[in-house]
T-cell receptor
Framework: GNSVTQMEGPVTLSEEAFLTINCTYT??????LFWYVQYPGEGLQLLLK?????DKGSNKGFEATYRKETTSFHLEKGSVQVSDSAVYFC????????????FGAGTRLFVKA | GAGVSQSPSNKVTEKGKDVELRCDPI?????LYWYRQSLGQGLEFLIY????????KSGLPSDRFSAERTGGSVSTLTIQRTQQEDSAVYLC??????????????FGPGTRLTVL
């Protein structure tokens, strides 16, 4: 079946550190891939997405590249800020029809000043 | 404009009682999702509505769970005979999907359900 696996958190970094949150998936064909973010006290919101192999999604300094060969969609940011502290969710929509979205368990990020 | 709203924000109930959770999607959004987020877990898909099509109920965990969407807008998730394992945050999202690849879901703040 379809699934998403994320690295377990929490991840704690100092400001300006490099961030990687790993995400791998299991799905047939070419699913659409997403990263959602949930800031403290707020609802989930889309951070970035990619819809085909080798696509790079980017937003707010975050990037993720759709790697078909490794079935991965790792989230990266070159220099994190305290305001990036949040929970990050990797997700996919299979290409088998419909819009059912499969989410990972989420990774909590703490950024210290 | 207004985002997705959910009510109540918190609900405490006794085991065995029925509860109704409400979702008001963004105006004009034809797709509506319900998810459940248990402590320390990811989002678990429950049900999906799209326009006048039959809903995708494949994620509902038992027949105690049901949902309806009236007039293509407001949705109500009903849990009958609640159990303690139903305690979770229930999230609603809506979208206006041109197609699967561009679907961006907009989430509500959630309803935190506690079953005593």
């Amino acid at each position: 079946g379809n699934s998403v696996t994320q690295m377990e958190g929490p991840v704690t970094l100092s400001e300006e550190a490099f961030l990687t949150i790993n995400c791998t998936y299991t799905a047939t064909g070419y699913p659409s891939l997403f990263w959602y973010v949930q800031y403290p006290g707020e609802g989930l919101q889309l951070l970035l997405k990619a819809t085909k192999a080798d696509d790079k999604g980017s937003n707010k300094g975050f990037e993720a590249t759709y790697r078909k060969e490794t079935t991965s969609f790792h989230l990266e940011k070159g220099s994190v800020q305290v305001s990036d502290s949040a929970v990050y969710f990797c997700a996919l929509i299979p290409n088998t029809g419909g819009f059912k979205t499969i989410f990972g368990a989420g990774t909590r990020l703490f950024v210290k000043a | 404009g207004a985002g997705v709203s959910q009510s109540p924000s918190n609900k405490v109930t006794e085991k065995g009682k029925d509860v109704e959770l409400r979702c008001d999607p963004i105006s004009g959004h034809t797709a509506l999702y319900w998810y459940r987020q248990s402590l320390g877990q990811g989002l678990e898909f429950l049900i999906y509505f799209q326009g006048n099509s039959a809903p995708d109920k494949s994620g509902l965990p038992s027949d105690r769970f049901s949902a309806e969407r009236t007039g293509g807008s407001v949705s109500t998730l009903t849990i009958q005979r609640t159990q303690q394992e139903d305690s979770a945050v229930y999230l609603c999202a809506s979208s206006y999907p041109r197609d699967r690849v561009t679907d961006t879901q907009y989430f509500g703040p959630g309803t935190r359900l506690t079953v005593l």
